[in-house]
């Protein structure tokens, strides 16, 4: 409204002035106008009185004359009216003839323009013009009418002209004011719109685009010019940022300056296991511990576990809190305790008999219970609660892991609407075929759309989730920004392959391949010369032992010469035990082996050693290091961690990494040899290349998987999901501060 008015009043000056300005010379039109009118009148009364006036005249009656010129003076508009028989006699004439005019200087008003007479009583118009008369000379007729009713005239026309301009100038305004406010309110719009990112990542907790059609090509314009900005700064990052622990710590406290940091995960960073009257603390061999840690000791966050070991409880504040490193304490671990029934249902049960083969498809049937998903739901809402009471404010950044948590992004938005919940799926994501078996599948979807980014190892994982919600869910899908909006909330479906740390832990690479090779062949009763394969996995079904295990039978089949001279050591850590599906795995992997083995072992050490325990992560990286080959055969697997370790323990550059394509770490390292483990014919050969493969050639395709692996660490990894938090929170308060500026 104040802009409007702003507006309008100089507009209305403007109007009113040039009205002002063009009523004169309105006025001297109509005049000219009148003046004209006048003249012809004048004639036209001549003519009239030509004849009467000469009869008159020629009667020499005088006193008639002047009778008749005072009764035709009584229109109102002839003022007076005079006869001039000559220049040098007295004019014949009414009253009202003014003085100024006399016979002897009638000439002065002949001329065409000088008609008017300026008087008291307002201006006249004087007309001379010749009659015929009793003399030899014509005579002259006087006319002289009354111009004031033009002065009147002149004045309503000049009023008339005013008011029609501020007419004008109400309407102009007014159509320019509405016009104005159109266009002002979808500029404001358009360049809201543009701050909150639309099209880039929308504006959290809208769906709505810009609408404004004429904006468009410039919305569209600068969008591709943030892109253009956007990626051409992470090209610079990912060029210049050598990521390691330390510049994961620095980009954090720079970007997250202050920032409430939690993680949320089912297994925590430290177990405390009693071992008598001692309490042992435990750390779990995993990748994804080694990549948050960095993150929890830069933020002091808290991370949110199951609390598991025999002597968590004994350790915890009134909190159950704990603070960890135990040596050095730098952030807390908060506790999340749960019933027998509770782990059944939620861990064993929904998660690892329901989600875990729903997402493989390695071929073993999912398993839902209701009683399972009841558990499900309850334990993804405890946590829900652990988030919400160890939130320090009102926006934490939530780092939620894996398939245990598909309902809690969305608890969590729900209890903390500014938080960004950044969800990251370890296991691969089925086709919306696959998925839709899943009873509770929509509730799945709607947990995980809580998140403000949703993270998955590989493109193709990310393109079968938006596919999933496009198929079963009323959401906005834009498959150009690769973002789903459900319900107004905006989730960003991102690729974030996880790797591993590198360099690696100097501890469990600081024996030297020589000794791990002849160490290890000594262990298990192995000539020196002896080739060996190396397999480390948990026992799974997914992993594709079993298939392993026939390609290896069929090389001995195929190129029966490597009998008793090759022998492969699978390394297996019982997991999930209690899972019926998996005793079932474990107990098939036992027999194989053994029956293989019965096949081939009279010539020479048996062709597979299976070690079903876990082992110390030196000594997974001492079998990595004495190997001459790792097979990974997974029959789909998120990413594979294991193939990156084989590659990092190899700082000799030799050994020959085979590798399941169903795997995401395939995407990443060509350089491998790329298998079907269903296919065991292939992976006999892929086996027998290794064995035989020149050094020259395993360092060439060594080198190269390093580099890579080097490059794309795990810090890498957790540091892109927090960066782009960060410029999604930098852009959420720049919306914010603009919705407040503009009310
Ligand atoms: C999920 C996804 C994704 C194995 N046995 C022992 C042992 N391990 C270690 C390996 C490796 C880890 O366990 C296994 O990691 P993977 O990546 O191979 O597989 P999952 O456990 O299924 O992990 C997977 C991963 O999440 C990360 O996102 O890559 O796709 O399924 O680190 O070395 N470690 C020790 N003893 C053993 O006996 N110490």
């Given amino acids: 409204m104040r802009l409007s008015l702003r507006f309008v009043l100089p507009l209305m000056l403007v109007l009113a002035a040039i009205a002002y300005a063009v009523a004169p010379m309105v006025d001297r039109l109509t005049l000219t ?12 009364v001549a003519n009239t009185v030509q004849e009467p006036l000469q009869e008159l005249l020629t009667a020499g009656r005088r006193v008639k004359i002047l009778e008749f010129f005072n009764r035709i003076t009584r229109d109102e508009r002839l003022f007076a009216v005079g006869y001039c028989a000559a220049p040098t006699a007295k004019a014949l004439a009414t009253r009202s003839l ?32 010749p009659i015929a008369g009793e003399a030899a000379s014509p005579g002259r007729l006087v006319l002289v009418q009354d111009m004031s009713f033009i002065t009147r005239r002149s004045e ?114 430290y177990i405390h296991q009693r071992r008598g009257d001692r309490i042992e603390v435990q750390r779990p061999a995993s990748g994804v511990v080694t990549a948050l840690e960095p993150i929890m000791r830069a933020c002091s966050g808290t991370w949110i576990a199951h609390g598991s070991g025999s002597a968590d409880r004994e350790v915890v504040d009134r909190h159950d809190r704990v603070a960890v490193p135990p040596e050095n304490p730098a952030y807390n671990i908060r506790r999340v305790w749960l019933t027998p029934e509770e782990e059944a249902g939620y861990y064993f049960g929904f998660a690892n008999e329901g989600l875990w083969p729903l997402c493989h498809i390695a071929h ?58 950044i969800t990251f799926w370890h296991i691969p994501w089925p086709n919306p075929e696959s998925f839709a078996i899943c009873p509770w599948r929509d509730e799945v979807l709607e947990g995980m759309l809580g998140s403000s980014i949703l993270g998955f190892h590989t493109q193709s994982h990310c393109n079968n989730f938006v596919d999933t919600v496009d198929r079963f869910l009323e959401a906005r899908v834009d498959r150009a920004a690769f973002t789903v909006s459900l319900g107004g909330k905006l989730t960003a479906v991102r690729r974030y392959p996880i790797s591993i740390a590198w360099p690696p832990n100097p ?34 079904y997914t992993k594709g032992i079993l298939e392993r295990f026939s390609a290896i039978e069929r090389l001995l089949e195929l190129k029966p010469e490597w009998v008793g001279r090759f022998s492969f050591i699978q390394v297996a850590a019982p997991t999930r035990t209690g899972i019926e599906e998996y005793e079932h795995h474990e107990a098939q992997v036992r027999a194989m082996a053994t029956r ?21 992560p030196r000594e997974v990286y001492e079998y990595f290091r004495a190997a001459d080959l790792c097979f990974v055969s997974s029959l789909h697997d998120g ?58 050639q395993q360092r060439d395709r060594m080198r190269l998987m390093r580099g890579l692996v080097a490059e794309y660490n795990v810090f890498r990894w957790a540091g892109r999901m927090l960066l782009d938090a960060a410029a999604m929170r930098r852009r959420s308060r720049l919306i914010e501060k603009t919705a407040r500026t503009d009310t």
């Fill in 156 to 269: 309503e026309t000049k009023r008339y002209v005013f008011y029609l301009f501020m007419g004008l100038a109400a309407v102009v305004s007014l159509i320019t004011v509405v016009v104005a406010q159109l266009s002002w309110r979808g500029w404001v719009a358009g360049m809201r719109s543009l701050l909150r990112g639309e099209g880039l990542l929308r504006r959290p907790g809208s769906s709505a685009a810009p609408t404004l059609p004429g904006f468009k090509p410039i919305a569209r314009d600068l969008q591709r010019l943030i892109r253009d900005l956007e990626s051409d700064a992470h090209a610079r990052d990912e060029a210049q940022i050598a990521w390691s622990p330390e510049s994961l710590r620095a980009i954090l406290r720079s970007e997250l300056r202050g920032e409430d940091v939690l993680v949320v995960s089912n297994r925590e960073p």
């Fill in 33 to 44: 106008w009148f003046v004209r009118d006048l003249d012809s009148r004048a004639s036209l």
């Fill in 507 to 540: 501890e469990i690479v600081q024996t030297s391949v020589a000794d791990c090779r002849s160490s290890m062949r000594q262990l298990n009763d192995l000539p020196p010369d002896h080739k060996v394969g190396v397999g480390v996995d948990r026992l799974d």
């Fill in 639 to 696: 990413m594979n961690l294991v193939a990156k370790e084989f590659v990092a323990a190899r700082d000799d550059e030799r050994g020959v990494l085979i590798l399941s394509q169903f795997t995401g770490a395939a995407r990443e390292l060509p350089e491998a040899l790329i298998v079907n483990p269903y296919d065991a014919d292939q992976c006999a050969a892929a086996l027998h290349l290794a064995l035989t493969m020149p050094a020259e």
């Fill in 364 to 421: 073993v049937r999912p398993t839902f219970r209701s009683g399972d998903w009841a558990y499900y739901v309850a334990v993804n809402r405890k946590f829900a609660r652990a988030v919400v009471d160890e939130s320090k404010t009102k926006d934490p950044i939530v780092l939620v892991q894996d398939y245990h948590f598909a309902l809690l992004p969305n608890m969590i938005h729900e209890e903390l609407p500014n938080a960004t919940v």
């Fill in 596 to 616: 293989i083995n019965a096949r081939y072992t009279r010539r020479g050490p048996p062709p597979i050693l299976l070690k079903i325990e876990h082992h110390d």
């Fill in 98 to 129: 003014p003085p100024e005019i006399q016979c002897a200087e009638l000439a002065r008003w002949e001329g065409p323009n000088n008609h008017l007479l300026p008087s008291n009583q307002g201006p006249l118009h004087v007309t001379v013009l």
